[in-house]
């Protein structure tokens, strides 16, 4: 990995930094879609590639299990098996400690699954996960690590945090002696549940192990916790981490937690968010997510936003058709997929562009107002951007408390 810092925001922590990995330059900050077995859904590989998309993450537990590693081998790795040019980031299996518990019995040694799909023991151990992980041939592998659901309290957290240390040497361990350090970067991932001082301890630990990791992940948050608590964890990990490697917080996809984290320094984040959503009939947009599924959808024949470059809104593709077809065609999936993983490169390319340009602040500001209109804005947001020097309320606006999330779920 060559990785460099191009800029920096002089009032925010956000920069823009330059990732070259074995398959190209990516640019951070950047959002990566979700491509859990090796395809996301309804797209092409070549698709993907034309919406500008450099970074894409696959699953190391979905792939061993399935297509499995003698294909994958044979392929020549999970680039040429899903016809994928550019550059790939593999989970390790952690975050299914917590999505498939009830298949899965931790120890020291690793996670004991049962496949859900055959019921098939298989023990994942850290240096197992590694090895899966330089079979897929993944520019950037993850560490093995214990997670817990972010609303776990009591011993288990401090246990997992203080195992997936231990994990960490031991991947390190394992991919040193691999030779493949030169064209698979290992991350570490910080653990600690919503404890500052477990958080601090793990960032302790694991920033002395510097030496054998390119990078650095935010672990265990975006499982439900309360969002006041979600961006203090995230601000005093990214002020800890090392300024001279990639800051990647897992499992964030809603515009606004998007640029809320890049106020806070983090690089680099992944959710199934917009293309789980476009499924459902939502698309994703600068005034607000859309549900195309509501009635007053159904007559209007103007694209989803007529300013998007993405193909379904180049082509003129009327919410009244999309609004027909949505949850009933999977043609209305594939539109809504590609309008949507568009419009998070949209926010997280301009958001490179402002930095750049110095007016960070400004399209903080600019975007907050035009997502959030009169509805008033996240109290959370509100209160993260201010410890940054970002102040929404400026200009005036209303805050509300919750998420924020501006949702057309009501029916007409």
Same mark, same amino acid.
């Given at each position: 990995?060559?990785?460099?810092?191009?800029?920096?925001?002089?009032?925010?922590?956000?920069?823009?930094?330059?990732?070259?990995?074995?398959?190209?330059?990516?640019?951070?900050?950047?959002?990566? &879609?979700?491509?859990?077995?090796?395809?996301?859904?309804?797209?092409?590989?070549?698709?993907?590639?034309?919406?500008?998309?450099?970074?894409?993450?696959?699953?190391?537990?979905?792939?061993?299990?399935?297509?499995?590693?003698?294909?994958?081998?044979?392929?020549?790795?999970?680039?040429?098996?899903?016809?994928?040019?550019?550059?790939?980031?593999?989970?390790?299996?952690?975050?299914?400690?917590?999505?498939?518990?009830?298949?899965?019995?931790?120890?020291?040694?690793?996670?004991?699954?049962?496949?859900?799909?055959?019921?098939?023991?298989?023990?994942?151990?850290?240096?197992?996960?590694?090895?899966?992980?330089?079979?897929?041939?993944?520019?950037?592998?993850?560490?093995?690590?214990?997670?817990?659901?972010?609303?776990?309290?009591?011993?288990?957290?401090?246990?997992?945090?203080?195992? /997936?240390?231990?994990?960490?040497?031991?991947?390190?361990?394992?991919?040193?002696?691999?030779?493949?350090?030169?064209?698979?970067?290992?991350?570490?991932?910080?653990?600690?549940?919503?404890?500052?001082?477990?958080?601090?301890?793990?960032?302790?630990?694991?920033?002395?192990?510097?030496?054998?990791?390119?990078?650095?992940?935010?672990?265990?948050? /975006?499982?439900?916790?309360?969002?006041?608590?979600?961006?203090?964890?995230?601000?005093?990990?990214?002020?800890?981490?090392?300024?001279?490697? &990639?800051?990647?917080?897992?499992?964030?996809?809603?515009?606004?937690?998007?640029?809320?984290?890049?106020?806070?320094?983090?690089?680099?984040?992944?959710?199934?968010?917009?293309?789980?959503?476009?499924?459902?009939?939502?698309?994703?947009?600068?005034?607000?997510?859309?549900?195309?599924?509501?009635?007053?959808?159904?007559?209007?024949?103007?694209?989803?936003?007529?300013?998007?470059?993405?193909?379904?809104?180049?082509?003129?593709?009327?919410?009244?058709?999309?609004?027909?077809?949505?949850?009933?065609?999977?043609?209305?999936?594939?539109?809504?997929?590609?309008?949507?993983?568009?419009?998070?490169?949209?926010?997280?390319?301009?958001?490179?562009?402002?930095?750049?340009?110095?007016?960070?602040?400004?399209?903080?500001?600019?975007?907050?107002?035009?997502?959030?209109?009169?509805?008033?804005?996240?109290?959370?947001?509100?209160?993260?951007?201010?410890?940054?020097?970002?102040?929404?309320?400026?200009?005036?606006?209303?805050?509300?408390?919750?998420?924020?999330?501006?949702?057309?779920?009501?029916?007409?």
């Amino acid at each position: 990995m060559q990785f460099e810092v191009l800029a920096r925001c002089k009032t925010t922590r956000a920069r823009v930094c330059r990732m070259k990995l074995a398959h190209g330059v990516t640019m951070l900050p950047t959002f990566m &879609p979700v491509a859990t077995q090796a395809a996301i859904k309804g797209l092409t590989a070549e698709q993907v590639d034309s919406l500008g998309v450099s970074l894409l993450l696959n699953n190391t537990y979905h792939l061993n299990l399935r297509p499995g590693l003698q294909v994958l081998n044979e392929a020549g790795g999970a680039h040429k098996f899903q016809g994928w040019q550019r550059n790939l980031l593999t989970d390790s299996g952690g975050f299914q400690l917590v999505s498939l518990s009830k298949f899965t019995t931790i120890t020291e040694e690793g996670a004991l699954f049962s496949s859900p799909f055959t019921g098939e023991p298989t023990m994942l151990t850290p240096e197992e996960s590694i090895l899966i992980q330089h079979t897929i041939g993944a520019d950037i592998i993850m560490q093995l690590d214990d997670v817990v659901s972010s609303l776990t309290v009591g011993p288990r957290v401090e246990e997992a945090m203080e195992r /997936s240390v231990r994990w960490l040497d031991r991947c390190i361990a394992r991919h040193e002696a691999s030779g493949k350090t030169t064209t698979q970067n290992l991350f570490a991932i910080i653990q600690g549940g919503l404890d500052p001082v477990l958080r601090d301890k793990c960032l302790d630990e694991m920033t002395k192990r510097k030496d054998g990791v390119a990078g650095y992940a935010i672990g265990g948050l /975006s499982g439900g916790e309360e969002k006041d608590i979600f961006w203090k964890i995230i601000k005093q990990c990214a002020e800890k981490l090392p300024e001279d490697r &990639p800051r990647y917080s897992m499992g964030i996809g809603f515009a606004e937690d998007l640029l809320v984290c890049v106020a806070l320094g983090v690089d680099m984040a992944d959710c199934v968010f917009p293309t789980r959503t476009a499924r459902f009939g939502v698309a994703l947009t600068h005034g607000g997510p859309i549900n195309l599924r509501l009635s007053k959808h159904a007559v209007d024949l103007n694209p989803i936003d007529p300013d998007c470059p993405c193909p379904t809104c180049k082509d003129g593709t009327s919410r009244a058709i999309l609004h027909h077809t949505v949850t009933h065609e999977t043609s209305a999936a594939h539109a809504l997929t590609l309008h949507n993983i568009t419009f998070q490169a949209q926010v997280m390319g301009r958001a490179r562009t402002a930095i750049m340009e110095g007016t960070f602040p400004e399209y903080l500001l600019s975007f907050f107002k035009q997502y959030f209109g009169d509805n008033g804005y996240p109290e959370w947001c509100v209160n993260a951007l201010r410890t940054v020097g970002v102040d929404l309320l400026r200009e005036g606006g209303k805050v509300i408390s919750g998420s924020g999330a501006k949702w057309e779920y009501a029916e007409d």
